[in-house]
Nanobody
Framework: QVQLVESGGGLVQAGESLRLSCVAS????????MAWYRQAPGKQRELVGQ???????NYADSVKGRFTVSRDSAKNTVYLQMTSLKPEDTAVYYC?????????WGQGTQVTVSS
């Protein structure tokens, strides 16, 4: 069983920054991809950004240039650095660990951006 614990969410004003953390209960290199998703009220969960085992990152067009996914393998932790936050970034942010047969999810952390 894999546990993912997100933290770092909160209430910020537009233009400010936040850094989310996701701590895994085992090595993040045991997963093909570590990803950040978000889900706003009434909307489907969407991919925000991800980092592959090889260190390749990909981002949704809506966050390119503002958000950065990084990792610290020694801490089994993946980060989502969010800058220039906008009200439309308001959502619950989830960490996902992609294995060959299953994707594991954290419990989510709320990010609210006020205008």
């Amino acid at each position: 069983q894999v546990q993912l614990v997100e933290s770092g969410g909160g209430l910020v004003q537009a233009g400010e920054s936040l850094r989310l953390s996701c701590v895994a209960s085992r090595s993040i290199f045991s997963f093909a991809v570590m990803a950040w998703y978000r889900q706003a009220p009434g909307k489907q969960r969407e991919l925000v950004g991800q980092i592959s085992e090889g260190g390749i990152t990909n981002y949704a067009d809506s966050v390119k240039g503002r958000f950065t996914v990084s990792r610290d393998s020694a801490k089994n932790t993946v980060y989502l650095q969010m800058t220039s936050l906008k009200p439309e970034d308001t959502a619950v942010y989830y960490c996902g660990a992609v294995a060959p047969l299953h994707t594991y999810w954290g419990q989510g952390t709320q990010v609210t951006v006020s205008s």
